[in-house]
């Protein structure tokens, strides 16, 4: 039986979804990890860029689909952000993510993580994003986390 917790929300805008980033974004402590499930174009280096933000960084942020990865610092912690969506193996990029999983000066976002699944560790935030059906710019998001990561959802959302 699962005790992870559920928060359900709708987002109608970029902004919004950055604003609800950049809220979760300010009580990161290091080392959580966060899995975001979408489509393409589903809203996830938006919600990235929120994240950054919020832990004070100025860096640039772009989708990593190219690069595999990105790393955006702040004065406190650095984000490590993964995208495994080209990938069909993840190799020594799964050695990398398997280096830093837990480094408490890091948080480690992962985009389409199945293929990682074997090394993300079960104490995660996993965030669904989809299109809804009221409308095409409005996005449905579900946050699923353990009891451990409750801290970052405090503040009115559940």
């Not at 689909?65 to 912690?77: E, M």
């Not at 193996?89 to 992962?110: K, S």
């Amino acid at each position: 039986m699962s005790t992870d917790k559920t928060w359900q929300t709708s987002s109608t805008n970029s902004e919004q979804t950055e604003q609800l980033a950049e809220q979760i974004g300010r009580k990161l402590k290091g080392g959580e990890i966060i899995e975001l499930a979408s489509d393409l174009g589903g809203g996830k280096t938006t919600f990235v860029r929120g994240l950054a933000r919020g832990l004070g960084s100025s860096d640039r942020v772009a989708s990593p689909t190219f690069t595999i990865s990105r790393v955006y610092t702040s004065g406190r912690l650095s984000i490590y952000h993964f995208d495994f969506y080209r990938l069909h193996e993840a190799g020594l990029v799964a050695e990398e993510l398997a280096d830093i999983i837990g480094d408490q000066h890091v948080v480690t976002v992962v985009e389409w993580g199945g293929i990682v699944n074997n090394v993300l560790p079960k104490e995660r935030m996993t965030i669904h994003m989809s299109r809804s059906a009221a409308s095409d710019d409005t996005r449905d998001l579900t946050f699923t986390y353990p009891e451990t990561l409750a801290y970052l959802m405090e503040d009115g959302q559940q």
